[in-house]
């Protein structure tokens, strides 16, 4: 999983010859083996995201958090060579992958926060901690399929890889918003009820903070040279692992009665893709009349900055319901995505909190609907919000610190 995400999130089995896969997983038994005993320091924390290719997300978030408000916690971040960790308080030191130095804190570390795996500290995957609590932040709120829920891989000896050497699975804590989320984490990592934190994740707390807000959207404004009257309609589509590419506006620029309706309500789009989409196209930004294309645009700032969502299975529509703003869905490959990519947990009569649309005419009329009305689901997304994010609050960072702290006093 280097390079994309593949179906379940499991690739480590599939991407390594016969001789590689024997060679890790003896070299993870060995490693496992052998820290058992490791004694570790409850004051020393671990972070890294994203394979160590980025800094921009849940761990990011939580550990700034730690620095202003827990400075007696030494706080490592770990990250490939060349990585942007200037967003990272400055109380916390970076150290690069793999080198002697960064698997020496590991050893030592007595927490480990990853908010993809604990490959996200060593590209190696065997990296076992000894005593340390591993923490898995997850690097968004499941709707689609995540981990191991669509891996057709079974039996004992899958376990016991998983064990050893998963980077995944089998962690102490996972944050779930939403006891709806239970099962989600139970089939795609093996979670127990034990190891669930009940909270938010940590990138929301400053969706509660009006001055982000403010700023936000000042600084989006600026970025694409529009008024501050300028209604924003953010666009943040997944990923899909079949196909390369998914809907863009790009292919909208020149549609008249869109480019009408957006005049007419001295409205923008603001296209933000994926992390894994932008990786395989490298686009820079772009700007089509009406449509600006970010490549890199912070995805909390852009929500915070939007008066409307648009998006197909990603979790971001879950975050953006603690704002109360108009959120609208173009599930154009429904059927396909549910059945044939990557998959669903929940249909989307059970998750939709707004208008959902199937195709360009129909995606079309709901941008006007919205501007023209942003409380016509005011009711439903209220009820949506508290089915899927109900224990989310401006307090996630201090919740999950605490229960961090109950784990390590166990």
């Known amino acids: 999983m280097e390079k994309r995400e593949q179906k379940g999130g499991h690739t480590g089995m599939s991407q390594t010859n016969k001789a590689e896969k024997i060679w890790n997983l003896l070299s993870a038994i060995a490693v496992k ?19 160590g290719r980025k800094c921009n997300d849940n761990c990011m978030y939580f550990a ?3 620095a202003e408000v827990h400075p007696e916690i030494k706080l490592i971040w770990i990250a490939n060579k060349g990585v942007d960790t200037s967003r990272l308080n400055n109380k916390i030191k970076v150290c690069e992958m793999n080198t002697a130095e960064a698997k020496h804190i590991i050893s030592e570390a007595g927490v480990v926060v990853v908010g993809q795996g604990l490959r996200d500290l060593s590209s190696k995957g065997n990296n076992f901690f000894g005593n340390a609590v591993t923490v898995n932040l997850w690097h968004g709120i499941p709707w ?6 669509g891996s057709n891989m079974r039996g004992w000896a899958f376990l016991i890889y998983c064990y050893l050497y998963d980077y995944a699975f089998n962690c102490d804590c996972y944050v779930i918003p939403s006891d709806v989320f239970r099962p989600c984490y139970q089939s795609a990592f093996g979670a127990k009820n034990r190891n669930f934190i009940l909270a ?28 501050s009257d300028t209604k924003i309609i953010a666009y943040m589509p997944t990923f899909r692992d ?9 292919s909208l620029a020149d549609n008249r009665r869109l480019t009408k309706i957006l005049e007419k309500y001295n409205a923008v789009i603001v296209e933000k893709a994926h992390f894994v989409n932008q990786e395989r196209h490298s686009k820079a930004t772009e700007v089509l009349g009406r449509v600006f294309i970010l490549k890199d645009w912070d995805a ?21 319901l603690l ?29 939709a909190a707004g208008d959902v649309a199937v195709n360009e005419e129909m995606l079309i009329s709901d941008i006007e609907k919205n501007l023209k009305d942003p409380c016509r689901h005011q009711d439903l997304r209220g009820q949506m919000r508290r089915k899927y994010m109900c224990y989310d609050s401006a307090e ?3 919740i999950i610190y605490k229960q961090i702290q109950e784990k390590l006093s166990q």
């Open 323 to 351: 704002l109360d703003r108009p959120v609208q869905y173009y599930l154009y490959d429904y059927q396909f995505y549910r059945d044939n990519d990557r998959g669903l947990y929940f249909s989307k009569e059970e998750v």
């Open 33 to 51: 083996m052998s820290s058992r005993g490791n004694r570790t320091n409850k004051n020393i924390w671990v972070f890294g995201e994203w394979f």
């Open 200 to 227: 938010g994740h940590p990138r929301n707390t400053v969706l509660y903070d009006k001055r982000f807000h403010i700023k936000s959207r000042s600084g989006l404004t600026g970025k694409i040279n529009m008024d």
């Open 396 to 398: 996630n960072n201090e």
């Open 242 to 250: 079949t196909r390369e590419n998914t809907f863009s506006f790009s």
């Open 300 to 320: 909390q700032s852009l929500l915070a900055a939007a008066d409307i969502l648009i998006t197909d299975y990603s979790g971001a529509s879950f975050d953006y």
């Open 64 to 66: 700034n958090y730690l």
């Open 144 to 149: 689609k399929k995540i981990g191991h829920s």
